[in-house]
């Protein structure tokens, strides 16, 4: 987008920050990470998508509307960022109610990668909500120290959140192929997660208490990720250790 390359003017970019974000969040993250549900849902779930023929309308879905997001800043047009995202919205309920409704009935599912995975979402929709009131030039305080501050919400709720159940689910795979890949995630690592999410919201809509619930949001952020990196970190030497292994054996002939 040339935010830092002198770009702007020449690209005629209206709202710079809108447009990067909208196309790092939504156009990119959000649709990698959609892909790497359809893609890889079947052997952590155990099952089919529900509704596999709908794939095709997410992709578009999800392509069109994140067309929209950036465009509708780009060029500071209002029904462009609407239009978007409510395709967008659609195409990402639609994918995830194609993952969810198979395993409504079957409670061992829901293990705490399951909920990691799927209750991120819960934070990438807040924004969702808030969205028509900054689009609408809303001008009470929360609203702009949403759409200004708002960020850290869909990075370590959402995106960073997904990741704690699909990064130890892929490296179990890659480094541990002999053992059975879960979707990555505990109890403790779900709970300080949300709670982390629910105290950095609290601070945007209360300022007079915001640097403590930011502070306390991230502090639980971190404790959240100890219980992932130690899983890393245990299927990385688990791996090496069977690379080295290998190496050492002594060769035939």
Request: aromatic share 14%; with cysteine; proline share 6%.
């Amino acid at each position: 987008m040339g935010l830092w390359l002198g770009w702007i003017e020449a690209l005629r970019i209206a709202t710079p920050i809108e447009v990067h974000v909208h196309t790092n969040l939504w156009g990119f993250a959000a649709i990698i990470l959609a892909g790497l549900i359809v893609d890889l849902y079947p052997s952590f779930a155990n099952c089919s998508l529900s509704w596999p023929r709908t794939v095709p309308w997410v992709y578009w879905a999800m392509t069109l509307g994140a067309s929209g997001l950036i465009a509708g800043p780009w060029l500071d047009i209002n029904l462009f960022t609407v239009v978007g995202l409510v395709l967008h919205t659609l195409g990402t309920i639609l994918i995830l109610a194609n993952a969810i409704k198979p395993l409504l009935a079957d409670r061992q599912a829901w293990t705490p990668g399951m909920l990691h995975l799927f209750t991120s979402y819960i934070w990438f929709f807040i924004p969702v909500v808030v969205a028509p009131l900054i689009v609408a030039r809303a001008t009470d305080s929360p609203v702009e120290e949403v759409s200004g501050n708002g960020g850290p919400i869909l990075i370590f709720g959402w995106l960073l959140q997904s990741g704690y159940a699909l990064a130890p689910y892929l490296f179990t795979r890659y480094f541990e192929p002999d053992k059975r890949a879960r979707l990555g995630g505990t109890w403790l690592s779900l709970a300080t997660m949300h709670i982390g999410g629910v105290l950095f919201w609290v601070s945007l809509f209360f300022p007079d208490v915001a640097s403590a619930t930011r502070a306390l949001a991230y502090g639980f952020w971190i404790v959240s990720g100890a219980p992932i990196f130690i899983s890393l970190w245990s299927s990385l030497r688990s791996g090496s250790r069977a690379i080295e292994g290998a190496q050492t054996l002594p060769r035939e002939g």
